[in-house]
Structure formats: C-alpha cells, structure tokens
C-alpha cells in the first residue's frame, strides 16, 4: 500500500516537471501552422460554449431597423471584414493563416444565422482567446455591438442597402501630418542636422 501511495505522489510531482520540460523543448505546438495539441480544439470549445452559456445575453434584433443595420455593417465593414470576409469576396490571406482559422461569416459554410444574437454579441464584445478574435467592449459602443450581431443574425437576407454598405472599400493611405507638412522653422531658428 505505501508502495502505491508513493507510486502516486512520484506521478503527481512527475508530471508537472515533465510539462514544463516539454514546454521549454520547443517542440510544444506554438505556431499557427503548427497542429493542435491533442485535445486543445475540444477543451477550447467545451470551456467557451460553457462560458457564452452562462453569460450571452438573450435579445431580439429581429426589429432593428435597416438603419442600424447599415450602422452594423459601418462598424463590421471597419472593424471586422478583415478577418471574418464580406459577401462574394475571398478570404483574405491574414484569416487564411489564423490558427484556428477566422470564420468567413458571410459564407453558407461559416454563418451564424442560426446562432441567437447575444452569442454573436458576447464573442464580438469579449473576444476568444488564443484565436486573434479580439475584445471590442472598448472600441465600440453597445448600441454598435447589437448592430453587428443583427447584421450577423440577418446575413444570408440582408436590405439591398446593407449589401451596399458591405461592399469592399478603398484602402486609403494615411500621411502623417509631419511627413507631409513638416512644420514651419521660427525665424533665426537652426535646421536640424
């Protein structure tokens, strides 16, 4: 019996050393190309479905206005369509490379038309972690975040008008002011060298 109770206690100190040695191998799955640890997927989903479970919100959108929808689409088309897509246009190559791969949520494979809005709502306000699915509780407004889940809830039968405003955009360049127009030397004043 003290034999076993040792056994026990050996494996028990056995097995956070040979973790730690694993982790600082490098041979542990680190990179976004690399496959997932055994189990890693599964815990994943089981810990995030069991937390949007406990505190996705319920709500009906179903009578958002097709203005807030077009509002929706302004915070997704800026925030959002980089990773996640737009409808008719391909993936583009950074939600290609993510681990796990970003979700093309206008895609018949990828919707979430059939999930309830506070789901969409809760991952668009919390994020996930160790995905790339970042928080937006700060950057955008709760009013923007029901409007995003609504567009999401709607996807596959969006206004004319919201299809409109998800069309792709110009990339726009952005100068700096001081690059563009340095400011003005005092008279007298030295040039930098």
Not at 99 to 122: C, H, M
Request: net charge positive; glycine share 6%.
């Amino acid at each position: 019996m003290k034999a076993f109770l040792a056994g026990i206690i050996v494996t028990l100190l056995a097995m956070p050393i040979f973790g730690i040695l694993y982790i600082k191998s490098s041979y542990m799955s680190v990179a976004a190309t690399d496959p997932p640890l055994p189990f890693e997927p599964t815990l994943a989903r089981m810990g995030l479905h069991a937390r949007i479970a406990r505190e996705a919100p319920a709500r009906d959108v179903s009578h958002l206005p097709t203005a807030d929808l077009v509002s929706g689409a302004a915070a997704y088309q800026k925030n959002c369509s980089f990773c996640h897509g737009l409808p008719g246009q391909p993936a583009s190559t950074a939600s290609q490379g993510m681990a796990p791969r970003a979700p093309q949520l206008f895609t018949k494979e990828d919707t979430v038309t059939d999930d309830p809005p506070g789901i969409t709502y809760w991952k668009v306000k919390n994020g996930i972690r160790m995905t790339g699915m970042p928080s937006f509780k700060a950057g955008l407004s709760e009013d923007q975040m029901w409007q995003v889940a609504a567009l999401l809830s709607r996807a596959d039968q969006l206004p004319p008008e919201v299809v409109e405003a998800l069309k792709p955009q110009p990339r726009s360049i952005l100068i700096t002011a001081g690059a563009a127009n340095p400011a003005p030397m005092a008279a007298g004043a030295e040039k930098p060298k």
